[in-house]
């Protein structure tokens, strides 16, 4: 990996710290959110599984310390009341080559199970301009009342396959969704069909919780509507740099709208 990549991976680590700790704070503000040695806590004990999350946050890391640190992660999942429900982090680019090749071994040593891919992404790609779809029918709104955050959680179940009470729980009463982030729902006529968002951390905008109802997929709604997110935030905070973590599923999408990939990331969970 080059020092470049290596930074961007960095980055890609700092901004799931910065993004997590104000959006899990906004849901639970007695959240369990603590930087531990080589471990941050961003952990709200909430039935929606993105809320509760741990990332392995040293750089090259060696084999013998990622081991600790898995277990030391494990333990504090076990630990909380949704356990069954949250997810444990590891920037692949972050472990160094034996770290990386012992990784699986160690994560089924320490109680966990892997659970999906991921990528970092990060790009010099704002400002952009005001998106436009072919659909006619298209249209894009800021979530800014509690109809649209149930809308916003129900794609989310839709899209990642989770119970819709839990998404519900999640966002329905977020008072940051409505005031300090750009968040949109793509509507096709009057139907929620997609959504996105994006929030300031650290001096780049990061690009969140971009889903599309799996009736609607492979007509561009997703891409339109991460473009909407990307182009009112930056209009609103002068930033010009974006970052993301994307799921295998949705990674095609960004290079399109300029984002280059930087580190894989695995998500486990606790062995059921």
């Known amino acids: 990996m080059t020092s470049t990549g290596f930074t961007e991976s960095v980055e890609s680590l700092h901004q799931l710290a910065v993004a997590w700790r104000a959006m899990v704070l906004d849901h639970a503000p007695s959240a369990d959110v603590r930087d531990l040695p080589g471990l941050a806590v961003r952990w709200a004990d909430s039935p929606f599984a993105f809320w509760n999350c741990i990332a392995l946050t040293e750089e090259q890391v060696t084999a013998d310390l990622m081991r600790q640190r898995l277990d030391e ?11 069954d429900s949250g997810f ?24 966990l199970q892997y659970a999906l891919g991921g990528t970092g992404m990060a790009g010099d790609i704002l400002p952009l301009p005001e998106p436009h779809h072919p659909d006619p029918d298209l249209a894009f709104v800021r979530v800014s009342t509690e109809d649209h955050l149930r809308a916003y959680a129900d794609l989310q179940a839709r899209a990642y396959g989770f119970p819709v009470d839990a998404c519900r729980d999640g966002l329905t009463g977020a008072g940051l969704w409505m005031t300090g982030m750009h968040a949109y729902l793509a509507l096709h006529g009057t139907t929620p069909v997609s959504c996105a968002a994006t929030i300031p951390a650290q001096g780049r905008l990061f690009v969140c919780f971009v889903a599309t109802d799996p009736r609607w997929q492979r007509r561009g709604y997703g891409e339109a509507v991460t473009r909407k997110a990307l182009h009112e935030g930056a209009r609103a905070t002068g930033l010009t740099r974006a970052t993301l973590h994307a799921t295998e599923a949705g990674a095609p999408l960004y290079p399109r709208i300029g984002f280059t990939p930087n580190t894989p990331i695995r998500f486990y969970t606790l062995k059921t």
């Open 88 to 111: 444990l982090w590891v920037f692949e680019d972050l472990l160094d080559a034996d770290a990386r090749t012992a990784l699986t071994a160690a994560a089924e040593q320490a109680g």
């Open 73 to 83: 992660a494990a333990d504090i999942i076990r630990a909380k009341r949704h356990s």
